[in-house]
């Protein structure tokens, strides 16, 4: 038996066995349980990442203790009317040591506006909502790819992306020589890479690289 649905003037015959259609899911509660994580726990743990600071010489050390986010100073639709952004100021307490004389001084410190999110998902940044879009993102790990170039060489990459940081990205040209691009930048021979960070003399490059005696 057909159920007619009545749309104005018009009538819809429905010959479906099923009264009620499935719910929509909440399409954006990705959103707000990645905020919501992002405020509860991924800001305490970008803290304790780079906690404690010291100086170059070690006698003073700077630690974060905690945050807490205040109190918006203006609604959404205040932020829309005043062209302004939707936020909440975000305070950290730090604890300062002087190693020297023993003197510890703890004190609130005000870091910046922190963007809030309202309930539709959104962010209101100079008074226009925008909305964050996801986007696939490799896993953290090592990964290795090889292609033939035109003059028919098999060149190797190798690719490094960390948890937290810049990528680091290794390829061989057709002239056998190793390059290096940070976060995808213009490629440099990784040599440069590897005096930067501590490996000054050819000797110490050198001893980085083992010869493999199977090929």
């Given at each position: 038996?057909a159920?007619?649905?009545?749309?104005g003037?018009r009538e819809?015959?429905?010959?479906a066995?099923i009264?009620?259609v499935?719910?929509l899911?909440?399409?954006?509660?990705?959103?707000?349980?990645?905020?919501r994580?992002f405020?509860e726990?991924?800001?305490?743990?970008?803290?304790?990442?780079?906690?404690?600071?010291?100086?170059?010489?070690?006698?003073?050390?700077l630690e974060?203790?905690?945050?807490?986010l205040?109190k918006?100073k203006?609604?959404?639709e205040?932020?829309?009317e005043?062209?302004?952004?939707?936020?909440?100021?975000?305070?950290v307490k730090?604890?300062?040591?002087?190693?020297?004389?023993g003197?510890?001084?703890?004190?609130e410190?005000?870091?910046g506006?922190?963007?809030?999110m309202?309930e539709?998902?959104?962010f209101?940044?100079?008074?226009a909502e925008?909305?964050?879009?996801?986007?696939?993102?490799?896993?953290p790990?090592?990964?290795y790819?090889?292609?033939?170039?035109?003059s028919?060489?098999?060149l190797?990459?190798?690719?490094?992306?960390p948890n937290r940081?810049?990528?680091?990205e290794?390829?061989t040209d057709?002239?056998e020589?190793?390059?290096?691009?940070v976060?995808?930048?213009?490629?440099?021979?990784?040599?440069?890479?590897?005096?930067a960070?501590?490996?000054?003399t050819?000797?110490?490059?050198?001893?980085?690289?083992?010869?493999?005696?199977?090929?």
């Open positions: 038996m159920k007619v649905i009545k749309e003037k819809r015959r429905n010959y066995r009264d009620e499935l719910s899911p909440d399409l954006i509660e990705v959103q707000k349980s990645s905020y994580w405020i726990q991924g800001l305490q743990e970008m803290f304790d990442d780079i906690t404690p600071i010291k100086d170059f010489t070690g006698n003073l050390i974060f203790i905690g945050y807490s205040g918006p203006y609604s959404v205040e932020c829309k005043r062209d302004v952004t939707y936020s909440v100021p975000l305070r730090v604890r300062l040591i002087n190693k020297e004389t003197e510890v001084k703890e004190q410190v005000f870091m506006d922190f963007p809030l309202t539709n998902g959104t209101i940044i100079n008074g925008r909305v964050i879009v996801s986007q696939l993102v490799r896993s790990g090592v990964y790819n090889s292609q033939i170039d035109t028919g060489k098999l190797y990459t190798g690719t490094i992306i940081g810049a990528w680091l290794f390829e057709a002239n020589i190793l390059f290096v691009r976060d995808r930048t213009r490629k440099v021979p990784v040599t440069v890479l590897l005096r960070i501590g490996f000054k050819d000797q110490d490059i050198k001893k980085l690289f083992k010869v493999d005696t199977k090929f």
